[in-house]
């Protein structure tokens, strides 16, 4: 079957890095997504990998394994907007997204 | 980024009336939309795929006569929730995706109450 792990809380300080991990199973691959959702509101899109290695946007890199099926996404110089849910999603071999429980991230002063 | 609009943001309902909700994509055509449920503190679930032009794809477990899906235009997709009942409280949201670059973004999401 098609499955998503990523942790399900990850606490860090501000001004610090975070990796935020992710391991996929799915039918086929077309690419890893990262999106962010803060409460009550819609997920927006922070990055896609299709290739392996990192792709670097700012503050957050996502990196992708795909013979290990694994992906993360690191963010550094924490700030307490961070705080929100990360949630990882594979794209299937249907162009459909396959969807993690997703990360809580907390940022403590 | 491209930009997905929904409408409307907030809506309260008696039981046993209908709800419809709008996902438009304002910058880019979709000939496909899909539209999530979201439970507190839960993850996104895919209800169904929005397609223009054929009829909507529904999820396991999903009843088509009850969230009806109408995808009008490359640029609108509505959700209608029909005899809608305090079990289907819940954040709607919906997405379009893009290619080239790929990428999938969301409108702000529906938050309907049932009372």
């Known amino acids: 079957g098609q499955n998503i792990d990523q942790p399900t809380e990850m606490t860090a300080t501000e001004g610090a890095i975070v990796q935020i991990n992710c391991t996929y199973q799915?039918?086929?691959?077309?690419?890893l997504f990262w999106y962010q959702q803060h409460a009550g509101e819609a997920p927006t899109f922070l990055s896609y990998?299709?290739l392996d290695g990192l792709e670097e946007k700012g503050r957050f890199s996502s990196f992708l394994s795909r013979s290990k099926g694994y992906s993360y996404l690191l963010l550094k110089e924490l700030q307490m907007k961070d705080s929100a849910s990360y949630l990882c999603?594979?794209?299937?071999?249907?162009?459909?997204?396959?969807w993690g429980a997703g990360t809580k991230l907390i940022i403590k002063p | 980024g491209a930009v997905v609009s929904q409408h409307p943001s907030r809506v309260i309902c008696k039981s046993g009336t209908s709800v419809k909700i709008e996902c438009r994509s304002l910058d880019f055509q979709a000939t496909t939309m899909f539209w999530y449920r979201q439970f507190p503190k839960k993850s996104l679930m895919l209800m169904a795929t929005s397609n223009e032009g054929s009829k909507a794809t529904y999820e396991q477990g999903v009843e088509k006569d009850k969230f009806l899906i109408n995808h009008a235009s490359l640029t609108l997709s509505t959700l209608t929730v029909t005899s809608a009942h305090p079990e289907d409280s819940s954040f709607y949201i919906c997405s379009a995706p893009t290619r080239e670059p790929w990428a999938q973004y969301f409108g702000p999401g529906t938050r309907l109450l049932v009372l």
């Open positions: 999603a594979a794209m299937d071999s249907n162009y459909q997204l396959i």
């Open positions: 990998n299709v």
């Open positions: 799915t039918s086929g691959f077309n690419g």
